[in-house]
């Protein structure tokens, strides 16, 4: 059974950086294309940044230059690195795995962007 863990999140100041991570147990991770998805309240959840099994990487247009994402096969982990931060991005932070189609989430850590 697939178990998906996020942490990283917290409350930070405009200009500021965090770093979210998301572990996944299991065996499946080196064969999944990862994501980040944020979402606030009564929007839609939203991609923020994925990185697939090769590595390669894709990111809305409102985070680019300022987000980075990054995976480690041998920890089953991915990063999301998250710097020059703003209020607008305030959010629930989700992870997502793919496999074979379908979605796997995680219960999401809270990213708060205030003065």
């Known amino acids: 059974q697939v178990r998906i863990v996020e942490s990283g999140g917290g409350s930070v100041q405009p200009g500021g950086s965090l770093r979210l991570s998301c572990v996944v147990s299991?065996?499946?991770?080196?064969?999944?294309?990862m994501g980040w998805y944020r979402q606030v309240p009564g929007k839609q959840r939203e991609l923020v940044a994925r990185?697939?099994?090769?590595?390669?990487?894709y990111y809305v247009d409102a985070v680019k230059g300022r987000f980075s994402i990054s995976r480690d096969n041998a920890k089953n982990t991915v990063n999301l690195q998250m710097n020059s931060l703003k209020p607008e991005d305030t959010a629930v932070y989700y992870c997502?795995?793919?496999?074979?189609?379908?979605?796997?989430w995680g219960q999401g850590t809270q990213v708060t962007v205030s003065s």
């Open positions: 997502q795995m793919l496999l074979s189609a379908r979605a796997y």
């Open positions: 299991g065996n499946v991770f080196r064969v999944s294309d």
């Open positions: 990185i697939t099994t090769v590595d390669n990487t």
